[in-house]
Nanobody, 118 residues
Framework: VQLQASGGGSLQAGESLRLSCAAS????????MAWYRQVPGKGREFVSE????????TYGDSVKGRFTMSRDTAKNTVFLQTNSLRPDDTAVYYC????????????WGQGTLVTVSN
């Protein structure tokens, strides 16, 4: 399974950005997909996770109310709509895929950089 993340960029505080992550490969199953982010020198932070069957999403406390995760099952793609961005949202955003709820996030994308300045 390959994950291709895109949509990162540089923007001002208060602006919005939409990240995408497309999954591809042969005969794979998706149970959940997620977004994590990481600032150099710090640990990886959970951002959001979505259940593939229902579309129900959960969020980390730092992004709750500002970010929305969604999916397009026909295209095996997830999106992260990021609104009211703040400088502390600056990070490399990674998407991940879990083929079963009983497994860890086995597949990771290459990351896309989001830089927010005042």
């Amino acid at each position: 399974v390959q994950l291709q993340a895109s949509g990162g960029g540089s923007l001002q505080a208060g602006e919005s950005l939409r990240l995408s992550c497309a999954a591809s490969g042969r005969a794979f199953v998706i149970a959940l997909m997620a977004w994590y982010r990481q600032v150099p020198g710090k640990g990886r932070e959970f951002v959001s996770e979505i259940k593939w069957d229902s579309g129900a999403a959960t969020y980390g406390d730092s992004v709750k109310g500002r970010f929305t995760m969604s999916r397009d099952t026909a295209k095996n793609t997830v999106f992260l709509q990021t609104n009211s961005l703040r400088p502390d949202d600056t990070a490399v955003y990674y998407c991940a895929l879990k083929p079963s709820i009983y497994r860890n996030y086995d597949y990771w994308g290459q990351g896309t950089l989001v830089t927010v300045s005042n």
